[in-house]
Protein backbone atom coordinates (compact mmCIF):
# COMPACT_ATOMS: atom_id res chain seq x y z
CA UNK A 1 0.00 0.00 0.00
CA UNK A 2 1.46 3.66 -1.17
CA UNK A 3 0.58 6.39 0.29
CA UNK A 4 1.69 9.67 -1.78
CA UNK A 5 4.97 10.98 -0.44
CA UNK A 6 5.81 7.83 0.64
CA UNK A 7 8.10 5.03 -0.22
CA UNK A 8 6.43 1.72 -1.11
CA UNK A 9 7.09 -0.88 1.46
CA UNK A 10 9.36 -3.70 1.43
CA UNK A 11 8.06 -7.32 0.77
CA UNK A 12 9.19 -8.64 3.71
CA UNK A 13 7.34 -5.36 5.40
CA UNK A 14 4.54 -6.45 3.70
CA UNK A 15 4.36 -9.84 4.17
CA UNK A 16 5.12 -8.81 8.32
CA UNK A 17 2.17 -6.31 8.65
CA UNK A 18 -0.01 -9.07 6.62
CA UNK A 19 0.66 -11.57 8.97
CA UNK A 20 0.25 -9.89 12.01
CA UNK A 21 -3.06 -8.37 10.27
CA UNK A 22 -4.07 -12.27 10.20
CA UNK A 23 -3.00 -13.42 13.28
CA UNK A 24 -5.36 -10.06 15.31
CA UNK A 25 -7.95 -11.33 12.79
CA UNK A 26 -7.49 -15.50 13.80
CA UNK A 27 -7.18 -13.70 17.66
CA UNK A 28 -10.92 -12.14 17.02
CA UNK A 29 -12.31 -15.35 15.66
CA UNK A 30 -10.92 -18.07 18.16
CA UNK A 31 -12.48 -15.49 21.24
CA UNK A 32 -15.65 -15.85 19.17
CA UNK A 33 -15.32 -19.50 19.23
CA UNK A 34 -15.05 -19.84 23.11
CA UNK A 35 -10.79 -19.87 23.21
CA UNK A 36 -9.53 -17.99 25.86
CA UNK A 37 -6.09 -15.87 24.19
CA UNK A 38 -2.67 -16.00 26.59
CA UNK A 39 -0.55 -15.22 24.77
CA UNK A 40 0.36 -13.99 20.95
CA UNK A 41 3.75 -13.54 19.31
CA UNK A 42 5.38 -15.11 21.98
CA UNK A 43 9.05 -15.77 21.86
CA UNK A 44 10.95 -18.27 23.26
CA UNK A 45 14.81 -19.03 23.15
CA UNK A 46 13.26 -21.83 20.86
CA UNK A 47 11.69 -19.80 18.67
CA UNK A 48 8.46 -18.15 18.22
CA UNK A 49 5.03 -19.43 18.54
CA UNK A 50 1.79 -17.01 17.04
CA UNK A 51 -0.63 -17.53 19.52
CA UNK A 52 -1.15 -19.70 22.52
CA UNK A 53 -4.73 -20.50 23.86
CA UNK A 54 -6.87 -22.64 25.91
CA UNK A 55 -10.19 -23.89 25.89
CA UNK A 56 -11.72 -26.10 28.82
CA UNK A 57 -8.45 -28.21 29.92
CA UNK A 58 -6.73 -28.02 27.03
CA UNK A 59 -3.68 -25.80 26.22
CA UNK A 60 -3.33 -25.39 22.05
CA UNK A 61 -0.36 -23.71 19.98
CA UNK A 62 -1.54 -22.19 16.71
CA UNK A 63 0.41 -21.16 13.90
CA UNK A 64 -1.04 -19.01 11.47
CA UNK A 65 -0.72 -18.44 8.00
CA UNK A 66 -2.06 -16.03 5.70
CA UNK A 67 -1.79 -18.04 1.57
CA UNK A 68 -3.69 -18.14 -1.46
CA UNK A 69 -5.36 -21.17 -0.17
CA UNK A 70 -5.45 -24.06 1.99
CA UNK A 71 -2.52 -26.68 0.04
CA UNK A 72 0.26 -22.97 -0.10
CA UNK A 73 -0.60 -22.74 3.23
CA UNK A 74 -0.07 -26.36 4.54
CA UNK A 75 3.19 -26.27 2.12
CA UNK A 76 4.53 -23.60 3.47
CA UNK A 77 5.16 -25.54 7.34
CA UNK A 78 7.96 -27.37 7.00
CA UNK A 79 8.96 -30.38 9.01
CA UNK A 80 11.82 -27.65 10.30
CA UNK A 81 9.50 -25.43 11.63
CA UNK A 82 6.96 -27.95 13.01
CA UNK A 83 10.19 -29.37 15.26
CA UNK A 84 10.78 -25.34 16.05
CA UNK A 85 6.90 -24.60 17.33
CA UNK A 86 7.72 -28.25 19.51
CA UNK A 87 10.48 -26.85 20.74
CA UNK A 88 9.21 -23.48 21.69
CA UNK A 89 5.68 -25.21 22.92
CA UNK A 90 7.45 -27.07 25.30
CA UNK A 91 10.20 -24.78 26.35
CA UNK A 92 7.21 -22.47 27.00
CA UNK A 93 5.27 -25.04 29.09
CA UNK A 94 8.25 -26.24 31.24
CA UNK A 95 8.26 -21.73 32.69
CA UNK A 96 4.19 -21.95 32.86
CA UNK A 97 3.59 -24.59 35.33
CA UNK A 98 0.40 -24.06 35.92
CA UNK A 99 -1.03 -25.74 32.70
CA UNK A 100 0.98 -28.89 33.48
CA UNK A 101 -2.24 -30.63 33.72
CA UNK A 102 -3.36 -29.61 30.34
CA UNK A 103 -3.34 -31.41 27.19
CA UNK A 104 -1.55 -30.47 24.55
CA UNK A 105 -2.67 -29.83 20.98
CA UNK A 106 -0.88 -27.95 18.05
CA UNK A 107 -2.93 -26.11 15.30
CA UNK A 108 -2.94 -24.27 12.25
CA UNK A 109 -4.94 -21.65 10.95
CA UNK A 110 -4.83 -20.51 7.11
CA UNK A 111 -6.15 -16.71 6.29
CA UNK A 112 -6.60 -16.31 2.76
CA UNK A 113 -7.09 -13.01 0.56
CA UNK A 114 -11.11 -13.33 0.63
CA UNK A 115 -10.82 -13.90 4.74
CA UNK A 116 -11.68 -17.22 4.96
CA UNK A 117 -10.58 -18.85 7.75
CA UNK A 118 -9.56 -22.87 7.91
CA UNK A 119 -8.97 -24.08 11.18
CA UNK A 120 -6.97 -27.76 11.26
CA UNK A 121 -7.29 -28.97 14.59
CA UNK A 122 -4.26 -31.30 15.86
CA UNK A 123 -2.19 -30.81 12.67
CA UNK A 124 0.72 -32.38 14.20
CA UNK A 125 1.29 -34.40 17.57
CA UNK A 126 4.49 -33.48 19.97
CA UNK A 127 6.50 -35.84 17.93
CA UNK A 128 6.06 -33.69 15.06
CA UNK A 129 3.73 -36.08 13.28
CA UNK A 130 0.87 -34.91 10.47
CA UNK A 131 -2.30 -36.21 11.90
Known sequence: MKVKGQKPLSTKRQAERKGRWSENLVIMWLRLKGYHIL?????????EIDII?????????????????????????????VKRIISAANYWRSVEHKYNDFTCRFDIVIVNPYLSITHI??????AGNSR
Do not use: H, M
Not at 39 to 47: C, D, F, H, L, Q
Not at 59 to 64: G, H, S
Not at 121 to 126: I, Q
Open 121 to 126: KNAFDE
Open 39 to 47: EKRTKTPKG
Open 53 to 81: AKRFKSLIFIEVKARKNIETGLFSITPRQ
